[in-house]
C-alpha cells in the first residue's frame, strides 16, 4: 500500500490526481478486507509459499506492476505522454478493478489452498475447491488477475501504464494458467472430474 501510493505520488510529483486516491482507496478496502476475513493460514502460504521465498518470477511480476505505477505517475503529474483517457472510462475501470479485487478475494475465501506458486499443498491439505466461483470457472482467481490487469492502467489515466502492464503481465497470467492446469489435472485427485464438470477455465463460454 504504502509502496503503491509513493510510487504513484513521488512520481507525479504532486497529490492532486483524485484519480490515484480513488485506485489507493479500493487498495486499501482490499488489504483491511483481506487480513479481516481471510485464513490467516492461507496469508502466511501466500507470501511465503511453502514456507520459502517467493520464486523470480513472481517478483519480477509484482516489479511490472510497481513500474507501471511508476510510469502512470510520470505521465499524469509531469510529462503527459498518454495521460488523455476520458474520465468516464477511468470510472468504468476502477469499478472494474475493484469487481477485479472482489473476485479474488471471494476465491480465496472459498479456497484455502489460494496459494502465490504452483505447487500441490500436501503439507496443508489440498483438495478440489468447486464452491463459489469455482463452480463457474476453474482458475477465478487468474480471471481477477486478468481483469485488475487490463484495466489499472487506464483506471489511473494512463494509456502507456496501461501498455506496459499488459504486455509483460497478461502473458504470464496466461501462461501460469495453462501451466497450473495441467499439473492439477495429473496430480490433484479429484481435479480431473472436476474439469470434467466445469469445462471454462477463465471466462464462461469462452475459455
Known amino acids: 500500500m504504502v509502496a503503491a501510493a509513493a510510487a504513484l505520488f513521488v512520481a507525479a510529483g504532486t497529490v492532486a490526481i483524485p484519480g490515484f486516491w480513488a485506485y489507493l482507496?479500493?487498495?486499501?478496502?482490499?488489504?483491511?478486507?483481506?487480513?479481516?476475513?481471510?485464513?490467516?493460514?492461507?496469508?502466511?502460504?501466500?507470501?511465503?509459499?511453502g514456507g520459502k521465498k517467493p520464486p523470480l518470477a513472481l517478483t519480477v511480476f509484482s516489479l511490472v506492476l510497481f513500474m507501471h505505477w511508476?510510469?502512470?505517475?510520470?505521465?499524469?503529474?509531469?510529462?503527459?505522454?498518454?495521460?488523455?483517457?476520458?474520465?468516464?472510462?477511468?470510472?468504468?475501470?476502477?469499478f472494474t478493478v475493484g469487481s477485479g479485487y472482489a473476485l479474488a478475494l471471494w476465491a480465496m475465501r472459498v479456497n484455502r489452498?489460494?496459494?502465490?506458486?504452483?505447487?500441490?499443498?500436501?503439507?496443508?491439505?489440498?483438495?478440489?475447491v468447486s464452491t463459489g466461483p469455482y463452480a463457474f470457472v476453474r482458475h477465478p482467481g487468474y480471471t481477477a488477475g486478468i481483469?485488475?490487469?487490463?484495466?489499472?492502467?487506464?483506471?489511473?489515466?494512463?494509456?502507456?501504464?496501461?501498455?506496459?502492464?499488459?504486455i509483460f503481465s497478461l502473458p504470464f497470467l496466461l501462461h501460469r494458467t495453462i501451466t497450473e492446469d495441467r499439473?492439477?489435472?495429473?496430480?490433484?485427485?479429484?481435479?480431473?472430474?472436476?474439469?470434467?464438470?466445469?469445462?471454462?477455465r477463465l471466462v464462461p463460454g469462452i475459455w
Not at 502465490?116 to 500436501?122: F, T
Not at 492502467?153 to 502492464?165: F, H, K, T
Open 147 to 166: 481483469l485488475i490487469i487490463v484495466a489499472s492502467g487506464p483506471a489511473l489515466g494512463s494509456w502507456l501504464a496501461a501498455a506496459l502492464v499488459v
Open 25 to 49: 482507496a479500493i487498495f486499501a478496502v482490499v488489504m483491511v478486507v483481506s487480513f479481516a476475513a481471510l485464513d490467516p493460514d492461507l496469508l502466511r502460504e501466500r507470501m511465503r509459499p
Open 183 to 200: 499439473i492439477l489435472q495429473v496430480e490433484l485427485a479429484g481435479y480431473s472430474d472436476y474439469a470434467a464438470r466445469v469445462r471454462w
Open 113 to 128: 489452498f489460494f496459494s502465490s506458486v504452483i505447487r500441490i499443498q500436501a503439507d496443508r491439505g489440498q483438495h478440489v
Open 70 to 94: 511508476i510510469v502512470a505517475g510520470l505521465d499524469r503529474g509531469r510529462f503527459h505522454w498518454s495521460d488523455d483517457v476520458p474520465g468516464w472510462l477511468q470510472g468504468i475501470c476502477l
